[in-house]
């Protein structure tokens, strides 16, 4: 057997194959962030030594934004070296509390002051800023729209829990999901946004609730109970939930909405964060006043790998290098749009690959959005009767990026 053989042996048999996968664990208490490489099989404790009250890290190819509530400011770390390139303030006691990146812009929370900010990842500026609800927390991005959660008034039982949906052309909220006490985080499966409510940690117990972002309202509520943080869902739709005190790990389907771990019957595991692809999932397990752990596990759930972090984690995140294993760049699916041309009173018909979920706006000559409509499993209908005849413009925002292109009505 050659080498080429082998190396083909060796992909198919392997339970887990991987290249340049490496986690980030923000360690709050320590003021440090731990890398773990998958590869060599370590753990860095002091990759970076980070600012006052660490929160939440983003990730991404080439830098690492790690949130410093205490400073009121974003970190700026190269994913190689651990070494920090700047740090860039965002507001005077707003608290930033979490960041997300959506092309070149960097959208960050402020949990103090009720805003979610726009900053230049290039220049580290903040470009713009917007109210929304009373302490916002975690947010996503979805078909041109960012979601903020906004945990509500801690002294008041978390009143004005919600969703606030922030179009992102115009960066102003356009529209406020009321949701129960204190939603936490958001998980985008199959076109639909899926966000944890942690409840009050006593006598409210948590949910989930199901936003469908063509509708932008509440289609489903799962009573998974406990206390759920953030979701991660696998490709054959399990959705696992970690628990706010870290005691626990639930899981429900993320597809038929079915309960299978809830509070009642939960998973043998604790986590306070979790990690994934389509190889493993990564626990992180607190350990409160001890140096936490971060548990691997395979698909199965069985034990693969853990590793020791530091002192009272608060996020752990995965960089998967583009050559990964699961992680190939997507590029969206060819759309087939007819008729087109397609007269007035006609139906506009879309057709693409069935994993395609998002949602399809059009424009007039002017820039202006005239229509707009959600795309399921591939499939879109737009009726034409109200346009009048001339040249259009798409704009298709999925889960596997942004396609566009012209159309055309005629008489």
């Known amino acids: 057997m050659n080498a080429k053989q082998i190396a083909i ?24 962030l731990s890398r773990i490489d998958l590869d060599e099989d370590s753990v860095d404790n002091n990759f970076a030594q980070l600012g006052n009250i660490p929160n939440k890290v983003l990730v991404t190819q080439d830098y690492l934004w790690v949130v410093n509530s205490g400073d009121n400011s974003l970190q700026k770390i190269s994913t190689t070296g651990g070494n920090t390139l700047g740090n860039f303030f965002v507001e005077p006691s707003s608290n930033p509390w979490d960041a997300i990146m959506d092309n070149n812009d960097i959208y960050i929370t402020g949990l103090m002051s009720s805003r979610v900010y726009k900053m230049d990842s290039q220049t580290g500026i903040i470009q713009d800023n917007v109210l929304v609800g009373t302490a916002p927390g975690g947010l996503a991005s979805f078909a041109g729209k960012l979601y903020v959660c906004n945990s509500g008034n801690y002294m008041a039982n978390y009143a004005g829990s919600s969703v606030s949906v922030i179009d992102l052309e115009s960066f102003e909220v356009i529209r406020t999901i009321p949701l129960p006490a204190n939603p936490q985080y958001l998980a985008i499966h199959n076109g639909l946004i899926h ?107 069985s034990l693969w790998k853990s590793f020791t972090v530091r002192l009272m984690p608060t996020d ?13 760049v997507q590029i969206p699916q060819a759309l087939k749009v007819y008729p087109n ?40 209908l ?23 292109g012209k159309y055309i009505i005629t008489r």
């Open 316 to 328: 752990i995140k995965l960089l998967e290098n583009p050559s990964s294993h699961g992680c190939e």
């Open 9 to 32: 042996m060796l992909l198919l048999i392997s339970p887990i194959l991987l290249f340049g996968q490496k986690l980030f664990v923000v360690n709050s208490q320590s003021r440090t």
């Open 195 to 301: 966000v944890s409510s942690t409840g009050n940690w006593s006598d409210i117990t948590g949910v989930i609730s199901v936003i469908d972002p063509a509708l932008d309202e509440v289609i489903q509520t799962i009573p998974l109970g406990g206390s759920p943080g953030r979701i991660w869902v696998n490709d054959n739709d399990v959705a696992y939930v970690a628990d706010g005190s870290g005691y626990n790990l639930y899981s429900y389907d993320a597809s038929s909405f079915a309960l299978l771990n809830p509070a009642s019957d939960p998973l043998p595991f604790a986590a306070s964060d979790l990690v994934g692809n389509d190889s493993f999932v990564a626990l992180l397990n607190p350990q409160w006043g001890e140096n936490a752990t971060v548990q691997i596990l395979r698909q199965d759930l």
């Open 382 to 404: 737009l009726s034409l009767d109200e346009y009048p005849t001339g040249l259009y413009f798409y704009k298709l925002r999925s889960n596997e990026g942004i396609t566009s």
């Open 341 to 380: 041309p397609a007269p007035t009173g006609s139906v506009m018909r879309i057709e693409g690959d069935k994993s395609i979920f998002g949602t399809l706006d059009v424009y007039n000559l002017r820039g202006q959005r005239v229509a707009s409509t959600r795309m399921i499993r591939g499939q879109a």
